[in-house]
Every structure is written in structure tokens, then in C-alpha cells.
């Protein structure tokens, strides 16, 4: 790797003068700073910057440690981390576990050897890949979903709550009485929340918890589809389901047509989070829509305020209300969010 002292060497200047070159010093002659640069580009030469991090202990790099970038809530998120943290002069590692925690635990210790200066996290586990972080005091977000076990900021959407919502609408407006639920990982915040959600609208309509219509497992359409097509292979399935999240919503679509079922006529569907493009070009799923972008952007701030030392002690946990979208899977004509 080419270092400043490789460009002094063929320039014949100091490394001392390569570095304010490259450092856009004007304490450098024009034509000095010009033989510099056309040397520095000749030789391939990248700034160290994880250098220039040790000598003032500041790396001016974040990580952020999502489960599915190729959901597009996290998608979202994640662009609201990068935004934010590049609008400040930090560079951001963005880093995918596919809800895993062995990729999880990896990364954790991937980014500590880089030194990164904090981290904005969504766990795929109940947090025992993170305490390395806790040990070494690395400044951390949660964003989307919690753990209880730290006092660390953290900003999550109201899960309870936009699962409640669902539930209840498909109860009240269309009379539903049978309203199964796919969930993701009982470990999960978020799914842990929704469930909750989902049981007490059963309960405040006096509806009796079915064992066989809440199974839980993963965030994946794999998922979804499966259960769906074990709900139909014993032929006992629900008239409405809640999907957990999108991707299990379009496991359970899958499974349906396989089956030659309509949706919503066959089969009432209401789910978390928006496919955002796909609802531009067929409005299809009724969904509760959360402020991913939003999140990720807070949850930045908030880390760059632990990174910069600032007098914020206590632990800040900021819930976002999400947005109760109707569309056509619920059996509603297409129609405008919720109030």
C-alpha cells in the first residue's frame, strides 16, 4: 500500500509537505502540491484514515448492523443513518446478518477491530453478541427493536400498538371472529410487542386466543408461505391473517394463489410495513406503515451525541407511532390511512 513517505520519495520533498498537500494546506507551493497530487493519483495512493483515527482516537466511521437489507423498511432506515451521519463528516459501514447471530457476532467484532466510533444497531437476538460493545464502552443505538437488558438509547416504532390497530379493524369493520397471526422470532422485540398487540385486540372483542392460528418464527417469506400452506393442507385456516412483517406477507400471497384462494375475498390479509414501490404500482396490502427513515436519522443523531461527549446521561427511548394504511387486502376498497 502506498504511504505519503512513497510520494515524498519520488517527489523529493518531506512527508511533512505531502501531508499538508494532500490535506489542502496552502502553506504548499502550486507546483509542488500539483507534482504531489499527480503522484499521489500515479501510485494509487488512499488516505489511512483508521491512522489518523489512532493518533486522535476518533475514527469518524459508525456502523450500522441491520437484520434484511433487502427489506425495504431497513432500506429505508439504513438511508436515514447515511444521510444523517454523512451530513456530519461521518463515514458509515453498513453491515447485513440475515437474522443471524453467528454473522451478528462476527460483525460486532469486525467493527471493534476497526475501531468504528459507535454503532446503530437492530439485533437479530436477545443481545449476547453485544456485549463485547458494553465491555468496551462503544457508544450504541437500538433502532427497531429493544433490549432490555442495556441502557442504551434506543428508537423503535410502536409495534404493540400498529398490531392492535390491524387487528381491531379487521374485527370492527369486516366482523371478522377467526384472525390468525404468523409472527417472526419469539426473541424479537418487535415480535413480541405485536403479539401482544394482536392478543389483546382478540381479547377486548371477546375473542378466545386459537392455539393453532399464532405460530411464530421467522421474518422471512419462506416463512409464510409454509405456514400458510399447512393452514390449507389441514384445511382449518383462519378467514384473516396477520403477517408479521411484508416479507411474510408475501409468503402467505404465494401460498394462497398456489391454492387458487383470493385475497382479500378468500382471505383477509393485514401486515407491518409498507412495500413501497410495489404499493405505487398495485395498492394492494393494508399495512402499518412505520417512519423508517425517520428512525434510522434519530437514532444517528442520538449516537452522534454520545460520540461527541455530550451531557445527555440518561437512557433516551423514543417510540414512533406508525401509520395505519388501508388497502385492498383487508377487504376495504382502497381508502386513506387511518386517523
Avoid at 523529493?12 to 502550486?30: D, I, M, W, Y
Avoid at 466511521?61 to 444521510?83: H, K, M, Q
Amino acid at each position: 500500500m502506498t504511504t505519503i513517505y512513497d510520494i515524498a520519495r519520488v517527489v523529493g520533498v518531506s512527508p511533512a509537505t505531502v501531508s499538508r498537500a494532500l490535506s489542502g494546506s496552502n502553506r504548499v507551493k502550486e507546483e509542488t502540491r500539483r507534482k504531489i497530487m499527480e503522484t499521489a493519483e500515479r501510485l494509487n495512493y488512499t488516505p489511512n484514515y483508521l491512522a489518523r483515527g489512532l493518533k486522535k482516537k476518533k475514527t469518524d466511521t459508525i456502523a450500522l448492523i441491520i437484520s434484511d437489507v433487502t427489506n425495504p423498511f431497513f432500506t429505508n432506515l439504513a438511508r436515514g443513518v447515511e444521510d444523517t451521519a454523512s451530513r456530519y463528516g461521518f463515514n458509515t459501514i453498513f453491515c447485513n446478518t440475515d437474522e443471524n447471530q453467528d454473522k451478528e457476532a462476527a460483525y460486532i467484532d469486525l467493527m471493534l477491530k476497526k475501531m468504528v466510533d459507535g454503532l446503530v444497531i437492530s439485533s437479530c437476538g436477545s443481545g449476547k453478541t453485544l456485549l463485547p460493545l458494553k465491555e468496551k464502552g462503544i457508544p450504541v443505538v437500538l433502532v427497531d427493536r429493544k433490549i432490555e437488558r442495556f441502557r442504551w438509547d434506543c428508537v423503535v416504532g410502536d409495534s404493540e400498538g400498529g398490531a392492535y390497530a390491524l387487528v381491531r379493524h379487521l374485527i370492527e369493520v369486516h366482523g371478522y371472529r377467526e384472525v390468525g397471526m404468523l409472527a417472526g422470532p419469539a426473541a424479537i422485540s418487535t415480535s413480541a410487542e405485536r403479539i401482544a398487540g394482536y392478543k389483546r385486540a382478540l381479547s377486548d372483542f371477546g375473542i378466545p386466543a386459537h392455539p393453532d392460528f399464532l405460530h411464530i418464527g421467522l421474518y422471512k417469506e419462506d416463512f409464510g408461505y409454509r405456514m400458510t400452506r399447512e393452514f390449507l393442507e389441514r384445511g382449518k385456516i383462519p378467514r384473516a391473517l396477520f403477517a408479521g412483517n411484508n416479507f411474510i406477507a408475501i409468503g402467505v400471497v404465494r401460498a394462497a394463489r398456489e391454492f387458487g384462494l383470493r385475497i382479500p375475498e378468500d382471505l383477509a390479509l393485514v401486515t407491518f410495513d409498507d412495500l413501497e414501490l410495489a404499493s405505487l404500482l398495485v395498492p394492494f396490502f393494508t399495512v402499518a406503515r412505520q417512519p423508517a427513515y425517520t428512525m434510522g436519522s434519530l437514532a444517528t443523531q442520538f449516537l452522534l451525541e454520545r460520540i461527541g461527549g455530550g451531557k445527555v446521561r440518561e437512557k433516551r427511548e423514543v417510540v414512533l407511532k406508525p401509520e395505519i394504511i388501508i388497502r385492498h387486502s383487508c377487504g376495504c376498497p382502497e381508502g386513506k390511512p387511518l386517523p
